[in-house]
């Protein structure tokens, strides 16, 4: 994957989990309790510092009680197509 569209894809990653998160209400070491997550793996998330695999995408889509292919569906809206 080139660079460029793994750094599109950790910042549209990180602004749905921020943007979820907070219409959720919770903080991050809420959220990170929640989907089994150390917090401060989470917290790489926000801050684009990490890309999550498929299994962190299904813990976090079940933290915010929606389906994994809802919560991918949000993050492509959010990159714009690749």
């Known amino acids: ?14 602004r749905v989990i921020v ?3 907070h219409e959720a209400g919770l903080s991050q070491e809420r959220l990170a309790e ?3 997550l150390e917090r401060t793996y989470l917290s790489f998330l ?3 510092l990490r890309t999550p695999g498929f299994e962190t995408l299904v ?4 933290a915010f009680g929606i389906p994994v292919a809802q ?5 492509e809206d ?5």
Do not use: F, Q, S, W
């Open 59 to 62: 813990k976090l889509a079940g």
């Open 1 to 14: 994957m080139p660079d460029d569209l793994k750094e599109r894809l950790r910042n549209a990653t990180a």
């Open 19 to 21: 943007r979820r998160r």
């Open 46 to 48: 926000e801050r684009r």
């Open 71 to 75: 919560l991918v569906g949000e993050i």
């Open 34 to 36: 929640i989907a089994n």
């Open 78 to 82: 959010e990159l714009g197509g690749v």
